[in-house]
């Protein structure tokens, strides 16, 4: 495995070798090691050859941990049952070791000191065995190229260097954390590499151990180090990172990022060479070796959880938002620290002017790749290589029906779930059959959807029949405040507390005036200095539509008819009177003669009505005329003053405090607002699928009223018709579910359960262009978890360490779980990879 990592970076490099000297008679409290240079050795050798008997090699630090990374990945795929559990009788540990540098000026040698004093007991026997030289030779090939680098660059900083004084040894001081060692029941082995770190911040040198054979292993002789525990390669990439205060938003997109294999192997190269300075949209590249670092502080062997202050501190420095200890939208930080990453890393280092031409009739696939190769010439990084794909964007316009076709690339989809797609709407039916009396209906709506999506909903839930039509308007005050009858207009123009109302009418012809009846009674302040009575508007208007309206008696009969169902029970307006006369004639021949006239002879009010219905209408009802001259009263058999061209006609009733008695008023009052929201409800368990969320975001919608489309052909902002399409996926599919929801009083978050697939995510049948190169399909590989609710809460993140092998990282705290916990209601950011197909 060491052999075919370094054929992965490099087929040949300089190696330079030194002979060591050491000093193990004495290493009691000290190791000292002599190294120095052979002169003849600075020629091209490859890494794969040349090593042999009790050789090591320097490497640079990206080498040795894609090393590991890749040793790890391998002994994943060997066998699933064996997976992080070695085998009887070995074990691969790693130990830290605290080393002194020091070298003479001048001349070709390098004096390393390992004190007793600065490491633990068991660090030093195991580095006093590895450095025994009594029995062979020690020598060292440096294969990293920055030896000579890293003395040349101290010897520059030494004050009053004079290269002629020769033999003052300078002090530096170095970090190795990279130790491991084979143990075979009392036996270790020296087999695999190390490194070593100075402290000195850019300038490293790294040390890694070699062997071929089994002549350069060697044996300790300490058997109370067998089985010791350290952490070793079978635990990377298992380091959790500590909350700083309400950090686990930043902890756990960070742990599903450096999880990210492409995203492993590019931080453990060599990507210094990719920053991009100069971008001013950039961070100067603080933000993405920021965040190189802590990946690699992430995979280093035998991590403890690291605390990200650095890195915390770099993000505050560009994003103040994320400066604090207060609790942020995981998701949010995700997009701003992968925007940060692509513009810091960004290789184009002086970008285009690329000015976007029209489609023209050309084919959608010569379009979408010229849009994509002018966002590479001016974006290029391992951040669009890996994350970024492209849609295609239609937008139409609802009145010039002019087309507007664009591709455009996106990070991440943002999938909405049911309960933000959907709108949940209360109206109330008013029947004008004389009958029904009026219901509330609720119903579901998309929720960019139009006046039609409405009328449709509310039609199969009233059970409208086919010689019906509804007519919906806004109640306001008692008044018709609007028609609702444009069946594109947005339902998004219907605020949750308006009061809407649907007149079930007969389909008759539209040249009918439609008659608008509003209800007035007469007010009557009391106390002293009360003002005059007055009439005031009260109830719910009612609606009709008349044929062959010639004379107010169809308009008094009309209205009678539209009253019938609020009429109140014969028995409650009995009793209502006093007197016993009243009582008696009432319960002995069971008539109300005398009382009002609605009561005994309404089934037989018309037009043709006799004389005395006319009388008791006229006494208890009168019509007036909206808008006319002194507001002229409606007469039974007065002609009524419309003309040919009148579509509505506004009529007032002016309500006696005897009839106000006779009819249930309260029902014509009574009026609930289009979405209640309640706060203390208890919320039921949804489900849905992710194709199902998918589907929603893929779905035709208006835009809304503040994101309209200036369209070109029309010279207006126009409220277009949306369209998105998948056209271009790419290797890592970041999918966010849409659980918080804004209003301008509510916060909220969907608890939806989403049922999303692990191993086989197709997009075949939802993407537009098919590429037969590419597969489309995924595998899940981590999950950004919200547990709680809005404003505070908790994320974690679960993480695929291969071979369905599951880990929970919860800040500091790394544990297995089993792959039947992935799928739950918290889930809220998804990481996919592409895979082969099915």
């Given at each position: 495995w ?38 003849s ?20 630090e ?80 440096d ?9 040349m ?31 075979n ?30 002549s ?105 938002q ?121 119903i ?39 028609l609702l ?116 002879s ?38 009524v ?14 309500w ?40 929603g ?39 966010h ?60 993140a ?22 039947d916990?992935?799928?739950s ?12 197909e099915?």
């Amino acid at each position: 495995w060491w052999k075919e990592a370094q054929r992965s970076v490099a087929d040949e490099i300089v190696g330079i070798l030194y002979n060591v000297l050491s000093n193990y008679d004495n290493a009691d409290s000290e190791i000292v090691l002599d190294l120095r240079k052979e002169e003849s050795s600075g020629t091209r050798v490859k890494m794969d050859e040349g090593v042999s008997s009790r050789e090591y090699a320097l490497v640079k630090e990206a080498l040795w941990l894609r090393t590991l990374k890749w040793h790890n990945d391998s002994k994943t795929s060997e066998e699933d049952d064996r997976y992080h559990c070695v085998a009887e009788g070995q074990s691969q540990e790693v130990f830290p070791l605290q080393i002194r540098l020091s070298f003479s000026p001048g001349t070709n040698s390098l004096l390393v000191k390992i004190s007793l004093k600065d490491n633990a007991v068991d660090f030093y026997r195991r580095a006093c065995s590895i450095f025994n030289s009594q029995s062979e030779l020690l020598q060292i090939w440096d294969f990293s190229g920055q030896t000579s680098q890293f003395v040349m660059n101290e010897i520059i900083n030494l004050p009053k260097f004079s290269p002629g004084k020769q033999g003052k040894e300078v002090l530096l001081e170095l970090h190795v954390h990279g130790f491991f060692v084979f143990t075979n029941k009392t036996d270790e082995r020296l087999a695999e590499p190390m490194k070593t770190e100075n402290s000195f911040g850019k300038s490293r040198v790294r040390m890694n151990m070699n062997s071929d054979n089994l002549s350069s292993q060697l044996m300790l002789t300490n058997t109370s180090l067998s089985g010791s525990g350290y952490r070793g390669i079978g635990v990377l990439g298992f380091a959790g990172l500590q909350n700083l205060g309400n950090t686990c938003f930043m902890n756990s997109a960070v742990q599903c990022l450096v999880h990210t294999t492409q995203l492993v192997d590019y931080c453990l190269g060599d990507y210094e060479k990719d920053i991009n300075h100069e971008n001013p949209l950039g961070m100067n590249g603080e933000l993405s070796l920021a965040f190189g670092e802590l990946l690699r502080k992430l995979w280093a062997p035998g991590a403890m959880p690291v605390a990200p202050r650095m890195f915390k501190f770099k993000l505050a420095k560009f994003a103040p938002q994320f400066d604090g200890y207060n609790q942020h939208d995981s998701q949010e930080f995700l997009a701003f620290l992968l925007d940060g990453l692509h513009e810091d890393l960004n290789r184009v280092k002086c970008k285009p002017y690329i000015e976007a031409k029209d489609a023209e009739g050309r084919p959608d696939e010569e379009v979408a790749d010229e849009h994509w190769l002018n966002h590479l010439a001016r974006n290029a990084s391992i951040i669009v290589d890996i994350f970024q794909g492209q849609y295609r964007s239609t937008l139409v316009c609802p009145v010039c029906k002019k087309v507007s076709v664009t591709f455009d690339p996106f990070m991440y989809l943002t999938l909405p779930l049911p309960s933000t797609t959907m709108r949940t709407m209360t109206l109330t039916v008013f029947s004008t059959d004389g009958i029904m009396l009026p219901m509330p209906f609720t119903i579901t709506v998309p929720k960019g959807g139009r006046l039609k999506d409405l009328i449709d909903s509310l039609s199969l839930a009233c059970s409208l029949k086919d010689d019906e039509t509804l007519l919906v308007a806004e109640i306001y005050k008692n008044q018709i405040f609007r028609l609702l009858d444009g069946p594109s207009d947005s339902v998004a123009l219907i605020r949750d507390d308006d009061k809407l109302v649907a007149y079930r009418l007969p389909k008759v012809s539209e040249t009918c005036p439609l008659i608008v009846f509003s209800h007035q009674h007469l007010e009557r302040p009391y106390g002293f200095g009360a003002m005059a009575p007055n009439w005031k508007l009260f109830g719910v208007p009612l609606i009709a539509r008349i044929e062959n309206l010639s004379s107010g008696s169809e308009i008094h009969y009309q209205f009678l008819k539209l009253l019938r169902p609020f009429l109140m029970p014969v028995e409650d307006v009995v009793n209502d009177y006093d007197g016993d006369e009243t009582r008696n004639t009432v319960n002995e021949n069971s008539k109300v003669e005398g009382i009002v006239s609605p009561l005994v002879s309404y089934s037989g009010a018309g037009p043709d009505s006799g004389e005395e219905n006319d009388v008791h209408l006229n006494a208890d009802f009168k019509f007036y005329l909206v808008d006319k001259p002194g507001s002229s009263e409606i007469k039974m058999n007065d002609p009524v003053p419309i003309s040919s061209l009148t579509k509505n006609l506004d009529v007032t009733v002016h309500w006696s405090d005897k009839m106000i008695e006779k009819y249930d008023t309260c029902l014509l009052s009574s009026l609930p607002e289009v979405f209640k929201p309640q706060l203390f409800a208890k919320r039921h368990e949804e489900s849905i699928s992710l194709y199902k969320c998918l589907e929603g975001f893929l779905q035709e919608e208006p835009l809304g009223p503040d994101d309209m489309w200036y369209c070109p052909r029309c010279k207006k902002h126009q409220q277009a018709i949306k369209k998105l399409d998948l056209w271009r996926l790419p290797e890592i599919l970041v999918i966010h579910l849409k659980r918080f929801s804004y209003s301008r009083f509510f916060k909220n978050k969907l608890e939806t359960y989403v049922d999303f697939p692990i191993h086989d995510l197709n997009l075949s049948n939802y993407i537009s262009h098919i590429d037969n190169q590419l597969s489309n399909c995924y595998q899940l590989y981590a999950v950004t978890n919200h547990y709680g609710g809005m404003g505070g809460g908790h994320y974690t993140a679960f993480i695929d360490h291969g071979h369905g092998r599951w880990y929970e990282f919860d800040d500091d705290r790394v544990f297995p779980i089993s792959e039947d916990r992935i799928k739950s209601s918290a889930a809220y950011v998804l990481f996919y990879r592409r895979v082969r197909e099915m």
